[in-house]
């Protein structure tokens, strides 16, 4: 498994482990260091001074004390050392077999104050412990408080490493998510732009380098839509001022009575002529102005074929028996993509089978015909506008090269995908993906 597999993908939780892998590392340091050093030492320097509480007052005491010498150390042990101590009347010290290691540092500052023999024990459900100290004439039990021995501080500073980490930690989310976000709106931006889709300016904010990336961005897409404009005015502008004389030439035509073999042809170049113009202005336009409105692609199936074909013979379609969606389309855009779909099947193979098919997250209209098809080192280019392949779709046909450009621009601008595949059929299957 490689670094790069296990790590964020995203800016924000790239950014987070950035900032996140030096506070714990720096956290589990701070840690390890204080309870091998501090935690050790402050356990040891207050096990000696137990032990020499401890070991004065046996020297008090003595190998064989009196009654009235255990009443007096005991009130001298509780007033000055906070310890209570037991005495056990002819007890014999069992051995510390099982040796609890919380005690390793005390017990070892024991060993050097005391020469008698020790027993060490804690006290179940209790933050006590007690020493049991073999003597002459009896064991002196001693309670004694964990606090005498175990510093408080050591859970005091975990909690605070923690809740300061966690406090840094919510911060550094909180201010990520800030400077992430202008990000995220340039991204999608971008995106709608890529999709072909009208994108109104917005307030660049954010750290210096995102606003200049912003600044560029609005300045790049007010030149495109310019470009944009510019390119649909004058395709407009030209193709009026070509149809008017066009349609002079028509009347002309009509006015003309005798009906020869040159007039039929030159009244068929005109409506050749006508078509094509209709084309260009066709691909043209701009469709990014158009609104998105919740509409049934089944519907815009069935108006498109409708217009390919009138008679109803030529196109099949077949859809589900039910969950037919509805979702935001360009309807306009759409249907003017099937239509042209339709039209280069039926001009090409005669005939086309359409299936509609649903999935979770995006449609698919299924276009296959038993035509030429096309071959595959030529899909990525026959999608280009005005191309037209020699062998299988040529000028004889009829077509200007548009009808699968117009058809994948419309599946970008809703962020679909329009996908070339040999059909079952023989001939070329089309798949149009549009996102639910």
């Known amino acids: 498994m490689r670094l790069r597999d296990i790590t964020p993908k995203s800016l924000f939780g790239r950014m987070l482990?950035?900032?996140?892998?030096?506070i714990i590392l720096v956290q589990i340091i701070s840690v390890s260091i204080f309870y091998e050093r501090h935690w050790d030492w402050v356990s040891r320097h207050m096990s000696k001074n137990l032990a020499k509480d401890l070991g004065l007052l046996i020297d008090e005491l003595g190998n064989e004390p009196s009654k009235d010498q255990r009443a007096l150390s005991a009130v001298r042990a509780r007033q000055y050392f906070?310890?209570?101590?037991?005495w056990l009347d002819g007890g014999i010290l069992k051995p510390n077999q099982n040796f609890n290691t919380k005690f390793k540092n005390f017990r070892t500052s024991l060993e050097a104050r005391i020469k008698e023999p020790f027993y060490l024990s804690s006290i179940e459900n209790s933050r006590q412990f007690y020493v049991d100290i073999q003597l002459a004439n009896g064991?002196?039990?001693?309670?004694?408080?964990?606090?005498?021995?175990?510093?408080?501080?050591?859970?005091?500073?975990?909690?605070?490493?923690?809740?300061?980490s966690t406090i840094l930690f919510s911060i550094a989310i909180i201010f990520l998510r800030g400077q992430v976000r202008p990000i995220l709106r340039l991204a999608n931006a971008a995106r709608q732009?890529?999709?072909?889709?009208?994108?109104?300016?917005?307030?660049?904010e954010g750290a210096t380098e995102v606003r200049i990336a912003g600044r560029a961005f609005q300045a790049m897409r007010h030149r495109i839509n310019k470009q944009i404009s510019e390119r649909t005015s004058l395709?407009?502008?030209?193709?009026?001022?070509?149809?008017?004389?066009?349609?002079r030439m028509r009347l002309q035509l009509a006015m003309m009575n005798?009906?020869?073999?040159?007039?039929?042809?030159?009244?068929?170049e005109l409506i050749e002529l006508e078509q094509m113009i209709d084309s260009y202005l066709e691909f043209a336009r701009n469709d990014r102005e158009e609104q998105m409105v919740d509409a049934s692609l089944f519907k815009l199936l069935q108006q498109a074929a409708k217009s390919s074909d009138p008679d109803g013979k030529k196109i099949h379609i077949s859809v589900p028996p039910d969950n037919l969606p509805i979702f935001?389309?360009?309807?306009?855009?759409?249907?003017?993509?099937?239509?042209?779909?339709?039209?280069?099947?039926?001009?090409?193979?005669?005939?086309?089978?359409?299936?509609?098919?649903?999935?979770?997250?995006h449609s698919e209209v299924i276009i296959d015909?038993?035509?030429?098809?096309?071959?595959?080192?030529?899909?990525?280019?026959?999608?280009?506008?005005?191309?037209?392949?020699?062998?299988s779709r040529n000028s004889k046909t009829g077509g200007t090269g548009l009808g699968l450009s117009i058809a994948k621009n419309a599946a970008l601008h809703h962020g679909g995908e329009l996908i070339l595949e040999d059909s079952p059929l023989g001939g070329l299957r089309v798949r149009l993906l549009l996102p639910l």
């Open 258 to 268: 005798k009906l020869d073999d040159i007039k039929v042809e030159f009244e068929n």
């Open 193 to 204: 732009i890529g999709f072909g889709r009208e994108v109104s300016d917005y307030n660049i």
């Open 139 to 164: 064991i002196v039990r001693m309670h004694i408080d964990d606090k005498r021995l175990f510093v408080p501080t050591g859970i005091t500073f975990i909690l605070w490493s923690l809740g300061s």
């Open 17 to 22: 482990a950035i900032i996140l892998v030096p």
């Open 328 to 361: 935001p389309i360009q309807v306009q855009s759409i249907r003017r993509a099937l239509t042209n779909l339709f039209t280069n099947a039926i001009r090409y193979a005669g005939k086309a089978n359409v299936q509609l098919q649903i999935f979770d997250d």
């Open 235 to 247: 395709l407009a502008g030209v193709g009026h001022d070509l149809k008017t004389p066009l349609t």
């Open 82 to 86: 906070g310890i209570i101590f037991y």
């Open 369 to 391: 015909d038993n035509g030429p098809g096309i071959p595959r080192d030529k899909r990525e280019e026959v999608v280009l506008p005005f191309t037209r392949l020699e062998n």
